[in-house]
């Protein structure tokens, strides 16, 4: 059956205690909706539809990436209310399922599953059995086991307080007769709300069939409302992505600790040691080891590579067997070919890095052109900005650069150069041979040193 998604966003969060509206605030480091289109997204729905309306700008900024259709809800009268203003723009006859914004960590097999059991029901309803059924909805049940009934926490009475199966917000309504189930709501209730969830009762009064499905992980429907569910939303989030690596494999020194905000596609045999980050999209191939505390954004880095601790990599590309840290800043526009080696105190940036290169201490490399088997002198420095403009530095294969060497670009180092510690290299640097630009050393005779002056000063 085609299918359209409703997302309902359109509340305002207090709880939160911002300014800003709730579901843009992130969760592993993405807004808390877009991991609720994502989910969504599985289904291949043919529309997704955001109900925005506290904030609408601010949330209309935070998914314009996003491939879903805007409705405004320009007064919050209830999730029925904000169902109600998307029936014009929902395609005919869809079936429409109906998602929470502030519930993000929904699988989406487990909304396929419900979409898949829907059957002849005009309203299947995604229920679950939390710890604490203190403020859902509760799901009131026939003696046949039928749905007949949602009734919200202040309008429960004290034997329908009982109840333990709650109402997670998400439905799935059959689009015949869609239209007019929704628009058959009211809002005599204890809210003084148009609730969404009455459709239920509206449902089943008529003789429709209205079903259940219990999420087995009630994790997955946890809502946020305030910043302690945001930290726990986030702790599980944590707990998922730490066990969907060890089940590919991955070793991880401690599962607890350990951050993925984004996309991490691992090979086989990878360790990752404790306290990483990993960002946006970031590969690691087989055999990869990452030491402690490292942060990782957008980054591929090959087979047996090996990232020591403390190190920062963004938008860089990693050949196999570099050795990279510890106390690395590898910033965007790095590649290292094979067998790189950077060592402790060394930032790069915009430079490429040839095969079996080293720069093993102390240095900044930008805007670098660098041959192979290159290796470059404790505290070497390349010069690359004047005040205003960037110039390159290009360091061909085989070339030795002493200690302390400044490299004043735009410069050229030609192949197999030796550059003698302490240069300041300001002009293109010839083959083969060895240059130097360094004041000669001299032994003053009859010098002492300064003595502390006495008296009044
Ligand atoms: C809702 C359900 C309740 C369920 C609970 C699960 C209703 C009436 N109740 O209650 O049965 O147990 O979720 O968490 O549906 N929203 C709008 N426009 C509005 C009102 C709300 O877009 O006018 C959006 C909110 O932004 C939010 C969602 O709908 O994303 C749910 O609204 P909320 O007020 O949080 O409902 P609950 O009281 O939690
Ligand atoms: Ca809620």
Redo the contacts with the bound molecule.
Sequence with gaps: MPLSVVI????Q?TRMMSSRP??VHELAGKPILQHVVASSRELQPDQIIL?V?HGAAQVREAMAQQPVTFVE?AQ???????LQQCLDVIDTGNDVLVL????PLIRGATLAQLVKQRGAAAVTVLSFIPQNPH???RIVRAADGGVCA?V?QKDTSRAQAEITE????ILLLRGAGLRKLVMALDNTNAQG?Y???DVVAIAAAQGEIVSAVVCEDANE?N?I?NQQQLAQVETLYRQRAASALMAQGVKLYDPTRIDVRGELTVGHDVEIDINCIFEGEVSLGDNVRIGANCVIRNTRIDAGSEIKPMTSIEDAIIGRKVSIGPFARIRPGTECADEVRIGNFVETKQARIGQGSKVNHLSYIGDTEMGSGVNIGAGTITCNYDGANKFKTIIEDGVFVGSDTQLVAPVRVARNATIGAGSTITKDVAADRLTLSRAKQVTIDGWSRPKKQTGET
């Design positions: 309902l966003a359109a509340g969060g709730k579901v109900v309306g809800q919050q009268l209830g999730t029925g209310h904000a929470v914004g502030d519930v403020g859902y909805g949602i919200e709650c109402n997670s917000g709300e609730y969404l969830t429907v809502g409302n």
